[in-house]
């Protein structure tokens, strides 16, 4: 399966108008933050291509493309973590995109094990930014 999507003609129709002309990075990759539907908690952030991107449209189930692997990838295959897709959404430049998702299984979206890859905080205010502390959250 071979996805493509129009590019848009001008700004103007990029910003403001109905078609979807998605913006991938040289590497041929979208920004796509997953969140829970019911919770509005970030989940995870994954990379997307052309064919990711038209799979997730046309099932309703997240695929993404793994950089490490270089390999479309369905979350949750293999895990049981299916995220169903709620509401999508992207940006105003068409160069990264939301997913509101339910998550199956265990719940969890991050492969330590965790809830969301989004568990620990960055200190803030230290004098040296370069040796800033992270600190694992509650989440």
Known sequence: MTAHFDT??????LESG??????FNE????????VEADTGEILMLAWMNAEALQMTIE???AHYWSRSRQCLW??????????????????????AIVIDVTVGGDGGACHTGKRSCFYR????????????????NAR
Do not use: F, N, Y
Not at 8 to 13: D, E, I, V
Not at 18 to 23: E, I, K, Q, S, V
Not at 121 to 136: H, K, P, Q, S
């Open 74 to 95: 369905k979350k949750g295959e293999t895990s049981g973590q299916i995220q169903t897709v709620r509401r999508m959404r992207i940006d105003c430049d068409q160069d």
């Open 27 to 34: 590497d041929g990759l979208i920004a796509c933050v997953a």
């Open 59 to 61: 099932s309703g189930t």
């Open 18 to 23: 109905d078609a979807l002309t998605p913006r």
């Open 121 to 136: 905080d960055i200190e803030l205010g230290g004098a040296d930014a370069t040796r800033a502390r992270l600190v694992t």
């Open 8 to 13: 848009a003609l001008s700004k103007g129709t």
